[in-house]
C-alpha cells in the first residue's frame, strides 16, 4: 500500500494513552473509533442474544414491528447489524422485545487479566484426544 | 499434513496472521487468521488519520467475529440484508464476507471457513466507492465483474496456500460457525 508509517496499532503501545491517566496526552481520534465500534457491537450482540432468546419463544421481527410501531424494514436494520441502534432504538428494542430496560454497567481496560483460552489451541486438542493417528501425532510434536 | 499443521507453518513463514484482541481480557469463541493484506490493513502502519480510523473500525470487526456468543448470517447468497456475514454466490465455492458497513463506503473483507469457528481472511475490497489506500476496485452492484473478481481472487489465494485442503463445505450454518443467527 505504500503508506508511510506514522500510525501503528502494536498492543503493546496501543493503551499508552489510557494508562497516562487524566493528564495524558489526548486520546488519538483513530482509537476512540476502535473503543466506539466495540461498545456498539456489545450493545448489539446483548440486543441480539434477547431477540434470539424470545425467538425461541415465538418472537418474530414482524410481531416485533408491530409491537413498537416500527416497520419490519426499520427492525430489519436494527436488528441486522451493529451500526444502525441508537439510544432510543435500543430501548424500543427492549421494551418491545423483552419488556426491559437497559442497566449500563462497564470495566477498566488497563490492568485486567489475559482471558487464557484459546479455541485454536482447544481444536488441536479436541483432534489429538479424538482421532490419535499417525498425522496427529506428528501435530502433537510440531504444534 | 492437517490443515491446522500447514496453518501453523504458514504462520511460521510469515505467510498467515493470526489476529488477537487488542484488549487480551476479551473472550475468544472463534479464530481469525489473515493474508499479508488484512494484517497490514489492521495492524499498520497507516498513512493518516482516516486511514487509521477506518482500519481500527474493519480490526474491531474482525475482533467481533472471533468475540461474539452471536453472529447474524446471510446463509442464501443475494439475501443480504444486514448481516455481519455472508455466503456468496457460487454458495459450493464456499466464499464468505465480513461487512464492515460504516462508515460509507463498507467495506468487505473475502474469507472461507479452514475449520469450524476458523476463518482465513484474504482479502478487502470497498463497497461502493473507491478508496484511496485500498489497491481494489469498489464492488458495486452484486453481479459485476468486481464482485466476481472478488470472490476468484479469494479461491486463488486459498489455493496458493492450501493446494491440498477444502475449506468447510457444510448443508447448514452450524457446520461452519457456533452461534451463527439467521434473523426471520
Known amino acids: ?143 | 499434513m492437517s490443515i491446522r499443521a500447514q496453518i501453523e507453518k504458514l504462520i511460521v513463514a510469515g505467510e498467515l496472521f493470526e489476529l488477537n484482541p487488542l484488549n487480551h481480557k476479551d473472550n475468544r469463541r472463534r479464530t481469525v487468521f489473515m493474508s499479508g493484506e488484512i494484517n497490514s490493513l489492521v495492524s499498520g502502519p497507516w498513512a493518516n488519520a482516516e486511514m487509521a480510523g477506518r482500519c481500527y473500525r474493519l480490526r474491531a470487526e474482525l475482533e467481533d467475529f472471533i468475540t461474539a456468543e452471536q453472529i447474524t448470517v446471510c446463509w442464501e447468497p443475494f439475501g443480504a440484508d444486514k448481516e455481519q456475514i455472508g455466503r456468496l454466490d457460487p454458495p459450493e465455492w464456499d466464499v464468505w464476507d465480513l461487512r464492515s458497513r460504516d462508515p460509507s463506503p463498507g467495506l468487505r473483507a473475502f474469507f472461507r471457513f479452514a475449520c469450524k469457528d476458523v476463518g482465513v481472511f484474504f482479502t478487502c475490497s470497498p463497497r461502493s466507492l473507491k478508496v484511496s489506500w485500498l489497491d481494489r476496485l469498489p464492488l458495486l452492484h452484486r453481479e459485476s465483474r468486481e464482485w466476481r473478481k472478488a470472490i476468484a481472487d479469494c479461491l486463488a489465494e486459498w489455493k496458493a496456500l492450501f493446494p491440498n485442503h477444502q475449506s468447510v463445505n457444510g448443508s447448514q450454518i452450524s457446520d461452519y460457525i457456533t452461534g451463527g443467527v439467521i434473523l426471520r
Open chain 1, 1 to 143: 500500500m505504500g503508506a508511510r508509517s506514522v500510525i501503528t496499532s502494536q498492543a503493546a503501545s496501543f493503551f499508552d494513552e489510557l494508562a497516562a491517566g487524566h493528564a495524558g496526552t489526548p486520546i488519538p481520534e483513530e482509537k476512540l473509533v476502535y473503543f466506539r465500534t466495540r461498545s456498539r457491537n456489545r450493545l448489539y450482540h446483548f440486543i441480539l442474544s434477547r431477540f434470539v432468546a424470545e425467538q425461541g419463544k415465538g418472537l418474530t421481527k414482524a410481531a416485533l414491528a408491530r409491537r413498537i410501531g416500527k416497520s419490519p424494514e426499520v427492525i430489519n436494520r436494527w436488528l441486522g447489524s451493529p451500526s444502525n441502534l441508537t439510544a432510543d432504538s435500543i430501548s424500543d428494542l427492549l421494551i418491545g422485545i423483552s419488556g426491559e430496560e437497559l442497566a449500563p454497567t462497564s470495566e477498566p481496560i488497563l490492568n485486567q487479566r489475559p482471558g487464557n483460552y484459546r479455541p485454536w489451541d482447544d481444536n488441536i486438542k479436541i483432534q489429538m484426544d479424538t482421532k490419535p493417528s499417525t498425522e496427529t501425532a506428528k501435530l502433537r510434536l510440531t504444534v
